[in-house]
C-alpha cells in the first residue's frame, strides 16, 4: 500500500486527495474542496493578487496540517491556468514550498490534460462506453480537451474557463442580457473552432464531462436538492437537459442560483459561463448526451504518484 497526497490548485479552487493505492486501486482517505478564486483577476491584470493568494496560502496550510495527520507517504502539487499565466508565479511557487516543502509544479495545458484523462477515465469501463472518448476538464480558466481510447491521442488547453469567461463577458452582469451571452458564445466558439485544428474531436464516440461545472449542471439535470456526488459520478446527462440547464442558469440571479441547495457558494456567480461552456461544447461538436466524472485532474495527480 502506498498513501499519496495530491493538491490541485486552480483557478476557481484548490482541492486535495489524500489516497491509499493498493493493487492498481485507489480508497479515498481525504478529499477536499476549498473555493479560493486564485486566478481573481489574471485575465485582466497578468498577476495573480496578494489577496488571492493568502486565500490560497491559508486554505494550504489546513491541508499540509491533513497530510501530517494522515501520513501521507508521497506528496505532488500541481497548479494549472491561473499560475500558468501569472507573470508573479514565483510568490505562489515560494509560498507552497514554505507551506508543504515541495516545490509546486506549474504544468503545461499539455500536461494538465493528461491528467485529467488519467483521472477521468480509470473508471469508465463499468459503463463500457464507446471510444475513443472526447473528456472536456471546464476549469476556472482553461478547459482541457482530450481525445483517446486506452491512452491520449491528442490535447489542446484553451483560455476559456468558468472564471476567466465571467470576468471577460459577465462581469457586474446579474443576470447577463442576451447582448453578452451572444458575445460570451462567440469567444468560446471560436475557440471550439481552433480545438478541432489539433484535436480530432469528430472521431469521439462518449464525450467526458469533468469538473464542478460539469457537476453541477448534472445535480440541477437531474433535479437533485441537494450535491450527491454518489448519484452524479458516471451519470449520463442528455444534451437537451444540458441546453435547458444552461438556459435556466443564465436567466437566473446570483440570488436565485444561491438558493439552489446544490449549489456551492463560490459557483454562484461563475455557473452561468461553465454551463454555457459545456453547452457550446455539445451544440458544436453534436454530442448527444455526456458522462459526467467526479475523477479528473486530482485523481490523474494521484496515480501518477505510483
Given amino acids: 500500500m502506498t498513501r499519496v497526497a495530491a493538491i490541485d490548485c486552480g483557478t476557481n479552487s484548490v482541492r486535495l486527495l489524500i489516497a491509499d493505492i493498493v493493487d492498481g486501486h485507489m480508497r479515498d482517505v481525504e478529499r477536499e474542496m476549498r473555493i479560493v478564486r486564485l486566478g481573481q483577476g489574471v485575465d485582466e491584470t497578468g498577476e495573480l493578487a496578494p489577496e488571492a493568494l493568502e486565500r490560497t496560502f491559508k486554505e494550504m496550510r489546513d491541508y499540509a496540517r491533513l497530510i501530517g495527520l494522515h501520513g501521507a507517504e508521497k506528496v505532488r502539487v500541481v497548479a494549472t491556468s491561473a499560475t500558468r499565466d501569472a507573470r508573479n508565479r514565483a510568490d505562489f511557487v515560494s509560498g507552497v514550498n514554505e507551506i508543504f516543502g515541495v516545490k509546486p509544479e506549474v504544468v503545461s495545458g499539455e500536461e494538465e490534460a493528461q491528467l485529467s484523462f488519467t483521472g477521468a477515465t480509470r473508471e469508465l469501463a463499468v459503463l463500457r462506453p464507446l ?60 475557440a471550439l473552432r481552433e480545438v478541432r485544428q489539433s484535436v480530432p474531436v469528430a472521431e469521439a464516440r462518449t464525450l467526458v464531462g469533468l469538473a464542478g461545472s460539469v457537476t453541477t449542471v448534472a445535480a440541477m439535470s437531474m433535479g437533485l436538492e441537494t450535491y450527491d456526488s454518489e448519484r452524479i459520478h458516471l451519470s449520463r446527462i442528455t444534451a437537451a437537459q444540458v441546453h435547458e440547464t444552461t438556459r435556466k442558469l443564465l436567466h437566473m440571479t446570483h440570488e436565485e442560483r444561491a438558493a439552489l441547495g446544490f449549489m456551492h457558494p463560490g459557483r454562484v456567480d461563475v455557473i452561468g459561463a461553465g454551463a454555457l461552456i459545456l453547452d457550446r461544447i455539445m451544440r458544436e461538436y453534436g454530442f448527444g448526451a455526456v458522462v459526467v466524472s467526479e475523477h479528473d485532474i486530482l485523481d490523474g495527480i494521484a496515480w501518477s504518484l505510483v
Fill in 131 to 190: 471510444r475513443p472518448y472526447l473528456v472536456v476538464d471546464i476549469g476556472g480558466g482553461s478547459t482541457e480537451f482530450v481525445v483517446g481510447g486506452s491512452e491520449v491521442e491528442a490535447a489542446r488547453s484553451m483560455n476559456i474557463g468558468c472564471v476567466r469567461m465571467t470576468e471577460r463577458h459577465f462581469k457586474g452582469a446579474n443576470p447577463p442580457s442576451p447582448e453578452l451571452i451572444s458575445n460570451a458564445v462567440a469567444d468560446i466558439d471560436a
